[in-house]
Every structure is written in structure tokens, then in C-alpha cells.
């Protein structure tokens, strides 16, 4: 149980243009779905927090215009690099918050989207 | 948001017993500690998470000593595909609402 998963795995795309990636609970419902950004040699850092239904919460540095969010449902968010350009190349990682018997939430992570953008 | 302290980097052997310490001085009541793995270009993957004392699953242990204030992932018997970066985060979802990762500690088994 607890299967996250991210759609494409890799996406090559030309500057300018824009970039859906996809994040969906397989066998549970997410309130929360979070979004991380990984360089390479570095840690995740978190870009925002998507709750379903609602906006989505932005970390600070985060340009909710250039990276759009929407979570739909409770087992689907999209992030949606829009006018990608080199500099947004980057692994990124959506996680889903599930709830366990005693009540503790925990993440569980999809395994990454890598985008390059030429 | 609890800050955590882990070790950059370590090197053991194959069939080693390996433990990752993380120190976490600010930990809240609520808070718990949950560990992942991660491999190169993949998602973290869960470990294990725990509250107090000790938790062990089919992969591993966690021990939290009384105080909260650190932990430590045990890893039995490593093997070489046990290489990998392993990151220890406390908070408490939903209240924290997120999550943030430190840098993890890199982990090197050798032939």
C-alpha cells in the first residue's frame, strides 16, 4: 500500500513552452500533496503544499504563476512548469500524505519527474 | 518545524550493522521522526517512523531514547544496493503542514 506515482518519469521540452506533470495516490486519498524540487548533489526543497480543492500554498522564492497547481481530486495535483526555460531543468518530486491506524500522517513519494528544458 | 543534525557522510562494509544518528534538539510533543531512503534520480522511499523507544520493521530499527532530542536508523547486515542517501525529518502533518529535508547522510557500503 501507500503507492505514489508521477507522470511522465522524464520530459525533454524547448524554452518557453510549458510542462504538466502528473501525481497520483494509487490505493489512497491524499488531502495533501506536497511538491519538491532536487538538484543534483542536493537535498529536496519543498515548493509548495497542495491541499484538494484549495490553492495551493507556495514556499517562499516559489513563483505560483511559473509553477502552476492544481489538485482535483484526492488522488490527483499537477504541476505545471509554464515558459520552462533552461534554468528550471530539475528532478521533481510530488509527495502524498496518507494516514496511518494511529493517526500518525506520513509521506509517501513518487519516484520523480526529470525534466530538461533546451 | 524541528531542525535535524545528521552525519554528511558514512562508509561501512558489506554485513556491517550501520547506525545513522540524528540529533534533533527542538522536538515537539507532537512530533514524530520518520526516516527514508533515497537512491539516485528516485523518490525518497519510507523506512520507518517512530514516536518513542523502539520500532522495527522488516527493514530496519529506530531507536528514540526518552528524551526525543535524537534517533538512531539501524540497518542490519548492509548490503552494497543498501547505498544511499538517508534523510531524517520530525514534524507532526497535519499540523506542521509540510515537511522539510536536511541534507541526509550519504551512505557508502564497500565490496
Known amino acids: 500500500g501507500a503507492v505514489v506515482s508521477q507522470h511522465p518519469s522524464r520530459v525533454i521540452c524547448k524554452s518557453g513552452t510549458s510542462v504538466k506533470i502528473e501525481c497520483r495516490s494509487l490505493?489512497?486519498?491524499?488531502?495533501?500533496m506536497f511538491w519538491y524540487r532536487q538538484f543534483p548533489k542536493q537535498s529536496l526543497m519543498l515548493m509548495a503544499t497542495?491541499?484538494?480543492?484549495?490553492?495551493?500554498?507556495?514556499e517562499q522564492g516559489v513563483e505560483k504563476d511559473k509553477f502552476l497547481i492544481n489538485h482535483a481530486s484526492l488522488t490527483l495535483s499537477t504541476l505545471t512548469v509554464t515558459s520552462a526555460h533552461p534554468e528550471d531543468s530539475s528532478f521533481y518530486i510530488c509527495?502524498?500524505?496518507?494516514?496511518?491506524?494511529?493517526?500518525?500522517?506520513?509521506?509517501?513519494f513518487g519516484p520523480g519527474t526529470r525534466l530538461l528544458v533546451l | 518545524l524541528a531542525k535535524t543534525t545528521q552525519p554528511i557522510s558514512m562508509d561501512s562494509y558489506e554485513g556491517q550493522e550501520v547506525n545513522i544518528t540524528c540529533s534533533h534538539n527542538?522536538?515537539?510533543?507532537?512530533?514524530?521522526i520518520t526516516w527514508y531512503q533515497q537512491f539516485p534520480s528516485q523518490g525518497p522511499r519510507f523506512i520507518i517512523q517512530?514516536?518513542?523507544t523502539k520500532v522495527t520493521n522488516e527493514v530496519a530499527s529506530l531507536f528514540i531514547p526518552a528524551d526525543r532530542k535524537s534517533s538512531t536508523l539501524s540497518l542490519p547486515r548492509v548490503s552494497l544496493s543498501d547505498t544511499a542517501v538517508y534523510y531524517c525529518?520530525?514534524?507532526?502533518?497535519?499540523?506542521?503542514?509540510?515537511?522539510?529535508f536536511g541534507k541526509g547522510t550519504r551512505l557508502h557500503i564497500l565490496p
Open positions: 517512530g514516536y518513542k
Open positions: 497542495s491541499n484538494e480543492g484549495s490553492k495551493a500554498t507556495y
Open positions: 509527495s502524498a500524505s496518507r494516514t496511518s491506524g494511529g493517526g500518525q500522517e506520513t509521506q509517501y
Open positions: 490505493d489512497f486519498q491524499a488531502t495533501t
Open positions: 527542538n522536538i515537539a510533543t507532537n512530533d514524530y
Open positions: 525529518l520530525v514534524g507532526d502533518i497535519p499540523r506542521d503542514d509540510k515537511i522539510i
